[in-house]
């Protein structure tokens, strides 16, 4: 059973806010979110980490409702460098577990 | 800003030959990983690492790979007799401690392993 779902692929435009929901239904009690981006041929970056409500830092926000079922990333104002995959990852465990990622398109 | 850097970053082997990735975690980190990404796929974990032994390894890891931190930058991972399906991007990763710095891992650019 996947841990997570999120969406295969968004576009977007320069300029525009993009939010990506992932669904995480059976995330447990002591399980954090977490984001990573990836660019094609490198490793995997940290995005932001929560675990109820909001958090922000200088790249993104992720905002995680009170049931903790789903958590929608939220990237500000993207630019065409910001085309890449983006990871959920549900887990309490170090080892992280990707699963295929949102490819999110920026175009010009 | 601290970074992991792995070298080569591209390996060119023949089947059946051992390689040895190497990888320099960030100095003060704790906890070492390796991933691999085969092409067009997701990153699959292989193995982690503290305190100078594997803590938990997933089931690619056989018999074939090893890791081992030599010195106290190091952390290399080897397969011994490397097979076609062993081609893929192999990233090495890093982590503080749980308690000083969440669960963030930073990887490093990777080494493009293609075995013919």
């Known amino acids: 059973l996947a841990k997570t779902t999120q969406p295969i692929s968004m576009d977007s435009y320069e300029g525009q806010e993009v939010n990506i929901t992932c669904s995480h239904n059976?995330?447990?009690?002591?399980?954090?979110i977490t984001w990573y981006q990836q660019f094609p041929s490198q490793g995997p970056r940290f995005i932001i980490q929560g675990y109820k409500t909001k958090v922000t830092n200088e790249v993104a926000s992720l905002f995680i409702p009170a049931d903790r079922k789903s958590s929608t990333l939220s990237l500000p104002r993207v630019s065409l460098s910001d085309t890449a995959v983006y990871y959920c990852?549900?887990?309490?465990?170090?080892?992280?577990?990707f699963g295929a990622g949102t490819t999110v398109t920026v175009r010009a | 800003e601290p970074e992991v850097t792995q070298t080569p970053s591209h390996q060119v082997t023949q089947m059946g030959q051992e390689v040895i990735l190497r990888c320099v975690p960030i100095s003060n980190h704790l906890y070492f990983y390796w991933y691999r990404q085969i092409l067009g796929q997701k990153v699959e974990f292989l193995v982690s690492f503290y305190n100078n032994e594997i803590s938990e390894k997933s089931e690619i890891f056989d018999d074939q790979f090893s890791v081992e931190r030599p010195d106290g930058s190091n952390f290399t991972l080897k397969i011994r007799s490397t097979k076609l399906e062993d081609s893929a991007m192999y990233f090495c990763a890093s982590r503080l401690g749980r308690m000083e710095g969440g669960n963030e891992q930073y990887f490093g650019p990777g080494t493009r392993l293609t075995v013919t």
């Open positions: 990852l549900v887990d309490n465990d170090y080892k992280l577990s």
């Open positions: 059976n995330i447990a009690t002591n399980d954090y």
